[in-house]
């Protein structure tokens, strides 16, 4: 599974937007017809979010850690596994986003999981786990 960090979300957490051990962050699934783009900057830039049974649109909570690797020299950000329990969906991509409750367009978008091809669940559980977390390298 590929990761991109979006080009925002260092400055949205320097300018205290994003405060990722206090804040709400969702996961959402797109379809494959979805262009990611590192410089999408809110949810709402995100297109082609996946319908179907047991998949609420603007996804599910999930939880964002980061921790410090003074041995490597970099940070990583991990993303909670993430799972849509009795879902008939197909999916390419996850989004993850702080969630502020309203308008998606003022939801910062943190970064981007690629599946690497269509993930198809018929009225099972679809889950999400983040095998490789985004790096900063310091």
């Not at 996850?94 to 003022?106: H, P, Q």
Request: charge should be neutral; include cysteine; aromatic fraction near 8%.
């Amino acid at each position: 599974m590929a990761t991109q960090l979006q080009d925002n979300f260092l400055e949205d957490v320097a300018a205290g937007n994003v405060v990722v051990a206090t804040d709400t962050f969702k996961m959402m699934l797109m379809t494959s017809s979805y262009t990611p783009n590192k410089a999408h900057l809110k949810r709402n830039s995100v297109t082609n979010e996946v319908t179907g049974t047991g998949y609420t649109a603007g996804g599910a909570t999930c939880t964002v850690t980061i921790a410090k690797d003074t041995t490597n020299h970099r940070t990583s950000i991990s993303i909670s596994n993430t799972s849509w329990s009795t879902a008939t969906i197909t999916a390419r991509y996850a989004m993850v986003y702080k969630s502020r409750g309203g308008a998606s367009s003022a939801d910062e978008l943190v970064g981007l999981l690629d599946f690497g091809a269509d993930i198809v669940s018929t009225g099972g559980t679809f889950q999400v786990s983040q095998t490789t977390p985004f790096y900063i390298n310091h």
